[in-house]
């Protein structure tokens, strides 16, 4: 079997606008050059997929049921600009759990290589916070830091781009050229 190129992305700030706490999959908002973006990679044959902290589960404030309903609006949402997420993996527990899955550990990143057989080669993880950018340095992936230009300094990405649509572009001539 081949290895496969994919971006590994975060949820919150990254593709969607963060709502601190989301419960409500009527709160799901999409950034305006999000669909763009996912649509130019899945059309390039390049899997696509979440990885999350999503500690509104270890705090009691949601439950699993409850997270799938707001991936799935963020799914349609996508959907309806013909984009589409491959997959999601999320870490339930809060900060002081101190576990292996949550950003910025990687082990949910070690999870979506393993399941989907990706290349880390042709690996990109995006996302706006030095967890993200951690989390794909320690799994030996190409990191790409988007919208907060703040935390350049601090975690030092591979690249930066002002929003998703540009980091894409990049990705897909990385890959393939």
């Known amino acids: ?11 919150d700030d990254t593709i969607m606008i963060d709502k601190v ?6 709160g799901v908002e ?7 973006a996912v649509k130019k990679l899945n059309d390039s044959g390049i899997l696509v997929i979440i990885i999350t902290n999503q500690s509104v589960i270890g705090r009691g404030l949601c439950t699993h049921d409850r997270l799938k309903e707001i991936h799935d609006r963020l799914k349609e949402e996508l959907k309806k600009e013909g984009a589409r997420i491959d997959d999601i993996f999320y870490c339930p527990h809060k900060p002081e759990d101190n576990c ?13 290589i393993k ?9 990109f993880m995006v996302g ?5 950018i951690l989390a794909g340095k320690k799994s030996g992936l190409k990191t790409i830091l988007v919208r907060k230009k703040d935390s350049l300094n601090k975690c030092e990405p591979n690249k930066f781009f002002e929003n998703l649509e540009e980091a894409a572009e990049y990705i897909i001539k990385s890959i393939y050229c």
């Open 115 to 123: 399941k989907w057989s990706i290349d880390r080669k042709r690996c």
């Open 30 to 36: 999409l950034f305006p050059d999000s669909a763009r």
């Open 100 to 112: 292996e899955c949550r950003k910025p550990g990687n082990k949910l990143l070690e999870d979506a």
């Open 128 to 132: 706006d916070g030095c967890r993200d």
């Open 21 to 26: 706490h989301l419960t409500d999959p009527n």
């Open 1 to 11: 079997m081949s290895k496969k190129p994919a971006v590994l992305i975060d949820r």
